[in-house]
């Protein structure tokens, strides 16, 4: 955990509670365990003050339930008071597993529902707790960000909408377009990258990288994702290299223009190993077609990162990618619902974020600066430096 000198002498904003939806309750439970960790272990100025009695707990989650009608119909019980605390709001949209009965049919949770159900929660609180803040790793309609047309402004609409309910802070992961905050520019809004977890659970995973420009490129799938290669090939000292999209504008198919084609402006890849870094796989055709043509350009290794891996049409293009020898490894966060199954697949690694956000609810209960948890690259440089003299990472 960083900076961990100013943790000792700072003050909490108020007693911290964990509101983890049930979207989130596999995270939400790692993110408590690693808090009550801390706090244990941490010799706080104020740990044994009667003035801030519940710094250091057993538990940190809150006792709560969303229960439903046999109409769907839902709401939020809250069964203990939130009179004062500090509350950390976990959601994940994407949690396709959950479901709901409605008229006696079984109905999955979509995003929409997710939100919902997160807006319950806060009206539950009726104004009581001290501050709320909501953790929402996947941004809740992130990608419907702009509007080329005449269409809905979602995104931008829902954090707006969230801070008039009185969210004073947002926390989110590699939104698609952080400009998004924006829509209430006087709201806290933080925006995370993975950047580090991946560096570790790569160099975890792999034992024979060569990390610098004439061995490793870093790929960038499309346009929207270069920001994210120029910083990680900055940082590893690798070459840049993009994809541009050529899409057919004039066609939409299930909601979006169709891909024409994938077309590299980038240096020599052949011999040289690849990292492509992106937000999201969703289907993952793109992905897969990209890491074909760059194995087509002769490349040695193809590794794929991702934040979130949504998998929307399934694993079996990735699957017989990995059989033809497409791709080496798939990684991806814990930050938003994996399918079980894809924790089983050989060429797959989790980079766990669950230490790093509770670093970053710590921090922010303590009201400090989130540049000590936000800027991974010292932190990065530190364990490359390990790697190369030969040292054996460990993933967790």
């Not at 400009?179 to 806290?188: E, M, T």
């Not at 560096?199 to 346009?223: Q, Y």
């Not at 790093?356 to 800027?375: G, K, P, Q, R």
């Amino acid at each position: 955990m960083p900076n961990l000198h100013e943790l000792k002498n700072a003050r909490p904003v108020a007693p911290l509670k964990l509101v983890v939806l049930n979207s989130a309750s596999d995270l939400g439970s790692k993110v408590n365990k690693y808090l009550i960790k801390f706090r244990k272990k941490m010799n706080n100025v104020y740990n044994n003050d009667p003035a801030f009695q519940g710094y250091s707990e057993p538990n940190y989650l809150l006792n709560f339930s969303t229960p439903r009608f046999n109409s769907g119909e839902g709401k939020a019980v809250l069964n203990e008071t939130v009179r004062g605390k500090d509350l950390f709001i976990m959601v994940d949209v994407c949690n396709h597993s959950l479901t709901y009965k409605m008229n006696g049919y079984i109905n999955r949770m979509s995003p929409d529902n997710h939100y919902q159900e997160l807006k319950r929660v806060i009206a539950a609180t009726n104004g009581k707790a001290h501050r709320i803040n909501v953790i929402m790793p996947y941004l809740y309609e992130g990608r419907q960000h702009r509007r080329t047309g005449r269409e809905s402004l979602d995104c931008a609409y829902a954090f707006e909408e969230l801070t008039e309910m009185g969210v004073s802070n947002f926390i989110t992961f590699d939104a698609h377009d952080p400009r998004i905050q924006n829509a209430a520019p006087l709201s806290g809004f933080d925006n995370f990258t993975a950047h580090y977890q991946f560096t570790r659970a790569l160099l975890a995973s792999v034992n024979d990288l060569v990390l610098d420009k004439d061995h490793i490129i870093v790929i960038s799938p499309d346009e929207g994702a270069m920001e994210r290669a120029i910083y990680f090939s900055s940082v590893l000292g690798a070459d840049t290299g993009l994809f541009y999209k050529r899409r057919d504008y004039s066609t939409i198919v299930n909601g979006k223009n169709p891909i024409v084609a994938h077309e590299f402006l980038g240096n020599d890849i052949e011999g040289k190993d690849i990292i492509i870094v992106d937000d999201i796989i969703s289907s993952g055709e793109s992905m897969v077609d990209t890491a074909r043509q760059l194995k087509a350009m002769k490349a040695k290794r193809v590794f794929i990162c991702a934040t979130f891996g949504l998998f929307t049409n399934g694993l079996e293009e990735f699957d017989k990618a990995f059989t033809e020898g497409v791709f080496e490894k798939l990684f991806t966060t814990n930050l938003c619902y994996r399918p079980p199954e894809l924790l089983k697949k050989p060429y797959y690694i989790e980079a766990d974020m669950s230490n790093f956000l509770a670093s970053i609810i710590d921090f922010m209960n303590h009201d400090l600066s989130m540049e000590n948890v936000s800027t991974p690259t010292e932190k990065i440089q530190n364990i490359l430096e390990l790697y190369n003299d030969g040292t054996v990472i460990d993933e967790k």
